[in-house]
């Protein structure tokens, strides 16, 4: 009984700087299954082109694209996120109306860069 | 819930701390590197993208990239394990996997980069 317990998260008033605190860990956590892709995508590289073809495919999907494009939003809000605990350690922004500020901008800036990146990457690449 | 729960851990908290900013702030440029090949990649063919990750710098940097990441979500999944895993034994079982999965990335990624950066 030496660990200090978080109280139930039912009894908090929602609010939008615990929702990206939550949102940190769940990016962070799914990058952490992106690696083993990054793993993936290495090992089929170094066992030939028939390898890297399928994980091509597989990756050209729909779900492939969902994943892909998923893994894109993770990085960019888990990005603004630990900025923003970056400025929380330099001992910033702690009073109020900067913390739903930052939460609010890492939220929006998150899927703003997510929308750039992939507008951007069909108008130089193409849909398919 | 066991006395002396996770003490192995309290040991190493600061340096725990040191090393999760400083491989934060070095995932920003190497995301960005990250990104560049996920903008890229998919438009090339296999022979183009072996000759890419032959350049000894995309090399450096992938090398990089996966030391980096892994070493950042490591140390981030101990935090959430400390968070969420009370039992001491499931403790050690889950602290053991996630070691044993950012080893095998890097090992297995490293060997990969390795292999392809002496392919013909």
Redesign the interface.
Known sequence: MNNPISPHLSIYKFKINMMMSIAHRITGGAMYFAMLLLFIFLLALSFGGGFYNVFSILLSTWIGNFILVGITWALFHHMLGGIRHIIWDNVKGFDLNTIDLLASASLIGGIILTILFWVSYIIFNGLF | ?N????SWNHKHATRHFIVQ?IT??L??PL?IF??YL??NL??MT??N??DL?QKPLVTIL?IFL?LN??FH?KL??QT?IE?YV?DKKNFKIASLLNNL?AS??II??T???V??FL?D
């Open positions: 819930m006395k002396g729960l996770n900013r934060a702030i995932n920003i995301s990250l990104l996920i903008f998919p438009t296999y022979n993208i072996i990750f992938t996966i990441f892994s979500m981030g999944m959430v968070d009370h999965v095998i990335v297995g990624s060997y990969s980069i292999v392809i392919m």
